[in-house]
């Protein structure tokens, strides 16, 4: 399978070839907290047609981006995983997010959010700096009955799938709110005194998740020819 080049000798172009496909990214992004089978690859991604989901393993594959393996189980199940040069795309993909969720708006109707996506946005939009000396564990519920935990230890973060007995203050945002928390649009005191999150825990861990996690403002789009 021939992949459509620019024609351009430039490893920006290079790596536009290799992951600027529609989906390939999405596909990346969803790999880098681990390997996936198809049908995994399929449930995050529910849009795209499974010919374009093969069309575009196959092309990642060949690049050198993912590689397949067999799972030692009875069911010899193939999981698509990120190799060594795969995997340097991990910073990356975190940067790109952020970069765009500086951009994101309210979601439409027919908009997904993945467990994956929840996951990632976390660790795009965590600010280690702030998390020096820092000790506290979150866990979220987000709608859908989607739940995952955070643990922050002096600067680092940890985020993984499920409930966290031990939680120093669980989160459940009501809709898309968590963003405004994280952009400052929505203030943590506003953001319980309405009822658009709801808190379990002192109200201080909640300032303090907005200020871990943050997403900083874009700069504002100039109308017109810039003269300087």
């Known amino acids: 399978m ?3 080049t ?3 000798f430039c490893g920006l172009a290079r790596a536009l070839e290799i992951i600027g496909e529609r989906w390939s990214l999405l596909i990346v992004r969803d790999l880098v907290l681990g390997p996936k089978r198809f049908t995994e690859l399929q449930a995050g991604l529910p849009k795209i047609p499974p010919s374009t989901l093969s069309a575009r393993l196959n092309e990642l594959e060949q690049s050198g981006v993912l590689r397949r393996r067999l799972l030692p189980q009875l069911d010899a199940a193939v999981v698509y995983e990120l190799t ?17 969720a500086r951009s994101l708006g309210q979601p439409s109707a027919d908009d997904v959010f993945t467990l994956d996506s929840a996951i990632l946005s976390l660790y795009t939009t965590f600010r280690s700096e702030k998390a020096k000396g820092v000790q506290v564990t979150y866990e979220l519920r987000y709608p859908g009955e989607m739940i995952l935990h955070a643990i922050v230890e002096d600067g680092a973060l940890k985020v993984a799938e499920g409930a966290h007995p031990g939680a120093d203050a669980v989160i459940e945002p009501l809709g898309p709110f968590i963003k405004d928390l994280l952009t400052g649009d929505l203030t943590a005191a506003d953001a319980t005194r309405t009822g658009k ?3 379990e825990g002192a109200f201080e861990y909640l300032e303090l998740f907005a200020e ?8 504002k789009v100039t109308e017109g020819i810039v003269v300087r």
Not at 84 to 100: K, P, R, T
């Open 6 to 8: 620019y024609g351009q």
């Open 2 to 4: 021939s992949i459509r």
């Open 212 to 219: 871990l996690f943050h997403i900083p403002a874009a700069p």
């Open 197 to 199: 999150i709801r808190l």
């Open 84 to 100: 060594e040069y795969g995997s340097e795309l991990d910073q990356i993909v975190l940067d790109l997010g952020l970069w765009g």
